[in-house]
């Protein structure tokens, strides 16, 4: 058994009302795209395929998530029934799509989902999830500048701060890396949000790898290519 330690970095992420086009979100130049569906994605692999070339089984301990400073909010009104910011962090055996990161910030993946037929649910269960966070932020009344209901600013904390990692041995050859954002699709300079910064974050996998008894080995294997498969 060897001692490994797997490592994500995700850039900061920054919007603000567009001078140029008022009403519309302008995105700072960072590795974050916006998707069809509204939502906001940043993503990257871990690359395995050395681990499993060698017909080693990569395992985990914990995995743990840092913050690479303030998070904050502008606003010309504030609204807690619309103006609210849902990110969630996921590292998984299997790739998303966006429609499923979607999902994602309804029901996290792994549990029970949503019984909806206008949503991509995926078929996910928890082994795919070696990481996995949720959070949805408000302004902290402490550090706010101003009224809630006339311009101001703050930072923000999750009032939501879920995790839901299975930390699930894996034989597969990388693992898929996201993190997505909801927040509302247009800024609003008279009743709604106008700059939202969430921090740059770095996910920590405290891994081994293993060299398991051949049989166990190939049933991993086997299942994890059956897990890719039916997404």
């Given amino acids: 058994m060897v001692d490994r330690q797997l490592v994500v ?8 009302d567009s001078r140029d086009t008022p009403g519309t979100w302008e995105l700072y130049p960072t590795d974050t795209r916006k998707a069809a569906n509204g939502i906001y994605v940043q993503e990257t692999k871990i690359d395995l395929s050395g681990y499993t070339q060698s017909d ?14 303030p998070e904050s909010i ?6 807690a029934n619309t103006d609210i910011i849902f990110e969630t962090i996921i590292v ?3 790739p998303f799509n966006d429609d499923q990161l979607l999902q994602a910030m309804i029901t996290s993946p792994g549990f029970i989902p949503l019984s909806n037929p206008f ?12 990481h996995g966070s949720f959070r949805i932020f408000y302004p902290n009344s402490v550090m706010g500048a101003g009224s809630f209901t006339t311009l101001g600013n703050a930072t923000v904390t999750p009032l939501i701060d879920n995790y839901f990692s299975s930390l699930e041995p894996t034989a597969a050859d990388c693992l898929y ?3 997505a954002f909801s927040f509302p699709q247009f800024p609003d300079n008279t009743n709604g949000l106008t700059a939202i910064t969430l921090a740059a ?3 920590i996998l405290d891994a ?9 080995y190939m049933m991993r294997l086997k299942r994890s290519y059956e897990l890719a498969n039916q997404v």
């Fill in 9 to 16: 970095e995700f850039p900061i992420m920054a919007v603000n």
């Fill in 56 to 69: 080693l089984t990569v395992g985990f301990r914990r995995s743990f998530e840092q913050v690479g400073g």
């Fill in 74 to 79: 502008n606003w010309a009104a504030y609204d």
């Fill in 92 to 94: 998984s055996s299997v």
């Fill in 119 to 130: 949503f991509d649910q995926g078929n996910f269960n928890r082994t795919h999830i070696v």
């Fill in 177 to 179: 890396c996201y993190r």
């Fill in 201 to 203: 974050k770095r996910v």
């Fill in 208 to 216: 081994f790898t293993v060299e398991e008894p051949d049989l166990e």
